[in-house]
């Protein structure tokens, strides 16, 4: 039984590690995207700052995201051109 305790203790220790790795890469690549990106009033900053560990949330607001700037280049490639 002491064995099968120690396996289960090592198992969970390194979930726990994997976890942390986890979470300090995604708060990693928040700050960069904090850093990159023109602050602006949109739900990819509210969902940074309100430190929101969903997902799914982030990645719809980096694909609105996407989309808006992919939206203002288009615009501004216009006026270039004209």
Request: hydrophobic share 35%.
């Given at each position: 039984?002491?064995?099968?305790?120690?396996k289960?203790?090592?198992?969970?220790?390194e979930?726990?590690?994997?976890?942390?790795?986890?979470?300090?890469?995604?708060e990693?690549l928040l700050?960069?995207?904090?850093?990159?990106?023109?602050?602006?009033s949109s739900?990819?900053?509210?969902?940074?700052?309100?430190?929101?560990?969903?997902?799914?949330?982030?990645?719809?607001?980096?694909?609105?995201?996407?989309?808006?700037?992919?939206?203002?280049?288009?615009?501004?490639?216009?006026?270039?051109?004209?």
């Open positions: 039984f002491g064995v099968l305790t120690k289960l203790d090592a198992k969970l220790k979930a726990e590690k994997d976890f942390e790795r986890a979470k300090q890469l995604r990693h700050g960069q995207i904090v850093g990159v990106l023109p602050q602006r739900s990819l900053f509210t969902l940074i700052a309100d430190n929101t560990e969903n997902l799914h949330q982030l990645t719809q607001a980096l694909d609105g995201g996407f989309s808006y700037y992919k939206k203002c280049i288009e615009e501004e490639q216009k006026q270039y051109d004209e």
